[in-house]
């Protein structure tokens, strides 16, 4: 029995979608969560409380505007609005742990929908049938580029070497139950790396596949610069194993050293002369070099430590968005506004 009670029968489902400058997308995105999850609670697979959570991640443009608007519209919408911005993985935490307590199970998803909505109905289902954490694992990488593909499939692998635990091309598109979601908010890191954090949870899991699709407006908010960030933060956050790699190069580059030193001792006893200046000049900034990448490695490590024991907040939120007007415990009860947001919420023309 769970020592948190969930419904797995009808259950409140809340979609956490962090969003930062995504007017662009947030009309289209709006429109086909709605209808997604209406037809969820018209086949009476979730509950009619469930709603649409849009987490506002500091947008510079007309994003928060547009989600009060269809927080105001339609009772199945939400907004959150963080104080400042505060990258996507913060994000994403700000917006489960609002709906922490409010929901039998949460589903995280990007703004842009390049993962497939329809995996949803697999992941609901896959909770009622006693998963805690449903994962969404893209079926290829067909779509990609050749370069895209090969550093993601390489980061993955690179990660399990390293010692952290992932789910092999699987990103933040995934389902927590309400128990899952109360063990994260137990982990308190200030460098966060969700797709680190969630296996070690542990519970019962599940993955449903799916095929990713194109962007199909605005721009991408990972470009590579951010991808190398994230993937740095998950090795030096979730392993150690850079410092025990660089402790057995330091051995070994001492080994080689005293071996050639040897050998230059033997070469001054038979021959009476020394030769090979450079390849000595060589060896003492190669060493110097891997002293500097030791301290570097260090330093990182010791930065990464620094920001945990400040143990500083991770986010505010500055203002919840639901409508006042409209009882918020039957979203079946409101009449279904037009799938389109009126003009009003339309960014303007430049």
């Given at each position: 029995?769970?020592?948190?009670?969930?419904?797995?029968?009808?259950?409140?489902?809340?979609?956490?979608?962090?969003?930062?400058?995504?007017?662009?997308?947030?009309?289209?995105?709006?429109?086909?969560?709605?209808?997604?999850?209406?037809?969820?609670?018209?086949?009476?697979?979730?509950?009619?409380?469930?709603?649409?959570?849009?987490?506002?991640?500091?947008?510079?443009?007309?994003?928060?505007?547009?989600?009060?608007?269809?927080?105001?519209?339609?009772?199945?919408?939400?907004?959150?609005?963080?104080?400042?911005?505060?990258?996507?993985?913060?994000?994403?935490?700000?917006?489960?742990?609002?709906?922490?307590?409010?929901?039998?199970?949460?589903?995280?998803?990007?703004?842009?929908?390049?993962?497939?909505?329809?995996?949803?109905?697999?992941?609901?289902?896959?909770?009622?049938?006693?998963?805690?954490?449903?994962?969404?694992?893209?079926?290829?990488?067909?779509?990609?580029?050749?370069?895209?593909?090969?550093?993601?499939?390489?980061?993955y692998h690179v990660m399990q070497r390293?010692?952290?635990?992932?789910?092999?091309?699987?990103?933040?598109?995934?389902?927590?139950?309400?128990?899952?979601?109360?063990?994260?908010?137990?982990?308190?890191?200030?460098?966060?790396?969700?797709?680190?954090?969630?296996?070690?949870?542990?519970?019962?899991?599940?993955?449903?596949?799916?095929?990713?699709?194109?962007?199909?407006?605005?721009?991408?908010?990972?470009?590579?610069?951010?991808?190398?960030?994230?993937?740095?933060?998950?090795?030096?956050?979730?392993?150690?194993?850079?410092?025990?790699?660089?402790?057995?190069?330091?051995?070994?580059?001492?080994?080689?050293?005293?071996?050639?030193?040897?050998?230059?001792?033997?070469?001054?006893?038979?021959?009476?002369?020394?030769?090979?200046?450079?390849?000595?000049?060589?060896?003492?900034?190669?060493?110097?070099?891997?002293?500097?990448?030791?301290?570097?490695?260090?330093?990182?490590?010791?930065?990464?430590?620094?920001?945990?024991?400040?143990?500083?907040?991770r986010y505010f939120i500055e203002a919840?968005?639901?409508?006042?007007?409209?009882?918020?415990?039957?979203?079946?009860?409101?009449?279904?506004?037009?799938?389109?947001?009126?003009?009003?919420?339309?960014?303007?023309?430049?």
């Amino acid at each position: 029995m769970d020592l948190i009670k969930q419904n797995r029968d009808c259950p409140v489902l809340y979609v956490v979608v962090p969003c930062y400058n995504e007017e662009e997308v947030l009309p289209e995105t709006a429109k086909r969560m709605r209808a997604k999850l209406r037809g969820l609670i018209a086949e009476k697979k979730i509950s009619p409380r469930s709603r649409i959570m849009f987490v506002n991640d500091g947008s510079r443009d007309r994003t928060w505007e547009m989600i009060e608007t269809l927080a105001h519209a339609d009772p199945l919408f939400a907004g959150v609005k963080l104080s400042r911005n505060r990258g996507h993985q913060n994000a994403v935490l700000a917006g489960l742990m609002t709906a922490r307590g409010k929901c039998d199970c949460a589903i995280s998803i990007d703004a842009d929908l390049q993962d497939d909505i329809n995996a949803i109905d697999g992941m609901v289902a896959d909770f009622c049938a006693g998963s805690d954490i449903v994962y969404g694992v893209r079926s290829s990488r067909d779509t990609d580029t050749f370069f895209k593909r090969f550093t993601a499939e390489g980061y993955y692998h690179v990660m399990q070497r390293m010692g952290v635990e992932l789910v092999f091309n699987h990103a933040d598109y995934r389902l927590m139950s309400a128990r899952a979601l109360e063990a994260l908010s137990s982990y308190r890191e200030v460098n966060l790396f969700l797709r680190g954090i969630v296996p070690q949870i542990g519970y019962k899991t599940s993955t449903v596949t799916y095929a990713r699709t194109e962007r199909f407006a605005g721009e991408s908010k990972y470009p590579l610069k951010k991808m190398l960030a994230l993937a740095w933060d998950g090795i030096t956050s979730f392993s150690l194993r850079p410092v025990s790699m660089l402790i057995g190069l330091g051995l070994l580059i001492t080994g080689g050293s005293l071996i050639a030193g040897l050998v230059l001792l033997i070469i001054q006893l038979v021959t009476g002369s020394l030769t090979g200046t450079a390849a000595i000049l060589f060896s003492i900034w190669l060493a110097c070099g891997l002293i500097l990448c030791g301290l570097g490695l260090t330093g990182e490590y010791i930065g990464k430590i620094y920001e945990e024991v400040k143990d500083r907040p991770r986010y505010f939120i500055e203002a919840v968005s639901l409508d006042p007007g409209i009882e918020k415990e039957d979203v079946s009860k409101a009449v279904p506004p037009s799938d389109e947001i009126s003009e009003s919420t339309q960014p303007e023309e430049q």
